[in-house]
């Protein structure tokens, strides 16, 4: 098995471990398909990348524009503890994992706005309406509307990146959305658990693995792929 490796901007390059079949390849913060698509064209079976939760989600995102998610085992190791880290269990540095763990299905979550959802989004403060599925989880004001894949979520039975497939079943888990709001003496939260959340609210900044969306939004989706990352985890 052969292994491409990225090391995504100002990292620690003297901690990645050399091996068989491991080739590091030096990359900008958050690559672009520039950086990307000529690596991706010499890979064929692992792809791990060594950054921040924005650098990994500009990864996944090229890979399923260009349809490798199917193909590729992809392993990710944090620089440091984030929100994806602490999500899926992972330990900055460790790459002994990311190189040799055998995958595990797991949700990829989109949003409207052309991009993907590795760790959390969020929309704080937030004044609105919110549904996850048909559940309504908000309707008025809250601290904070978090949202993030499933790790527990049950993976998909047909796997396929054309979601106009109409003989898919609709997948009915895949993210978790948290309400935060002000309590008496401190703040609730309550978890709810779907496919997809829709939310319309009054004009906020969205922020999506630590990156904020360059336009202040009024509405916002998040929504189950029909294909799961083939995720070392």
């Known amino acids: 098995m052969s292994t491409t490796a990225l090391s995504c901007g100002n990292v620690d390059r003297t901690a990645r471990p050399a091996g068989d079949g491991v080739q590091w390849f030096d990359v900008p913060v958050t690559p672009t398909r520039q950086d990307l698509d000529p690596l991706l064209a010499e890979t064929s079976d692992r792809l791990v990348v060594h950054g921040t939760d924005a650098d990994f989600a500009s990864v996944v995102l090229r890979l399923l524009r260009k349809g490798r998610l199917a193909?590729?085992?992809?392993g990710y190791v944090p620089v440091a503890d984030s929100p994806a880290a602490r999500l899926w269990g992972l330990r900055a540095g460790d790459f002994e994992r990311a190189l040799t763990a055998p995958p595990r299905p797991s949700a990829l979550i989109r949003d409207d706005s052309g991009g993907v959802l590795l760790g959390t989004g969020s929309i704080e403060p937030i004044t609105g309406q919110v549904y996850c599925d048909d559940e309504q989880v908000l309707n008025g004001s809250a601290l904070e509307i978090t949202v993030s894949p499933d790790p527990a979520a049950t993976p998909l039975p047909e796997s396929t990146p054309d979601p106009m497939n109409a003989m898919l079943d609709p997948a009915t888990d895949g993210l978790l959305v948290t309400t935060v709001r002000r309590g008496l003496l401190r703040r609730r939260s309550q978890v709810?658990?779907?496919?997809?959340v829709q939310a319309s609210f009054r004009s906020a900044t969205v922020v999506h693995d630590g990156m904020k969306h360059p336009r202040p939004a009024?509405?916002?989706v998040w929504y189950?792929?029909?294909e799961d990352l083939r995720f070392a985890r």
């Open 71 to 74: 193909d590729l085992v992809v």
């Open 218 to 220: 009024e509405k916002w």
């Open 224 to 226: 189950r792929h029909t």
């Open 192 to 196: 709810a658990r779907g496919r997809a």
